[in-house]
């Protein structure tokens, strides 16, 4: 048994972060981007362009490090579920899983609505399965 290939790991999980930054990106931005923008001047929070590009370089950064985490969860499990799009998918949807329970708090804490945060996280799930076949299928051991 061969061990994990960093290097595809990194490889593939930026390719991974590409894909989940584009539907993240049409998501949050395109479907979803005045939605967040009203909930987020409701709460006081500065929107003023310098913010948002802050804060589109976190979210680009998060979606790739999310895709290098996604591919390495991948190539983790390959040797109990095997190496194919279903394992990919459960990589995915485990990311996707743990990081979505902790983007809820925004909704349980009054911070943001239901609706904006339930719909983000469609499009998370999305995101995460299509990042793990992506990544999924450029992993590979040797």
């Known amino acids: 048994m061969a061990g994990i290939n960093l290097g595809r790991v990194i490889g593939a999980g930026l390719v ?4 989940m930054n584009v539907v993240d990106g049409v998501t949050n931005g395109g479907i979803l981007g005045a939605r967040w923008m009203e909930e987020t001047k409701r709460l006081g929070i500065d929107v003023s362009d310098a913010a948002q590009s802050q ?3 976190g979210w680009v950064t998060f979606d ?5 985490t996604l591919v ?5 499990i390959r040797p109990r579920y095997g ?4 394992t990919a998918i459960c990589a995915g949807l485990a990311v996707w899983w743990i990081t979505h329970l ?6 349980f804490t009054g911070l943001y609505s239901i609706g904006v945060v339930a719909a983000s996280t469609v499009g ?3 995101a995460g399965i299509t990042g793990g076949l992506a990544g ?4 590979k051991e040797a």
């Not at 902790?102 to 909704?107: L, M, S, Y």
């Open 136 to 139: 999924g299928a450029l992993y």
């Open 83 to 86: 190496a194919g799009p279903k």
């Open 64 to 68: 790739f490090l999310c895709g290098i």
């Open 102 to 107: 902790a983007f809820a708090a925004w909704w």
């Open 124 to 126: 998370g799930l999305v």
């Open 55 to 57: 804060s589109l370089v």
């Open 72 to 76: 390495w969860l991948y190539a983790a």
């Open 16 to 19: 991974a972060g590409l894909v």
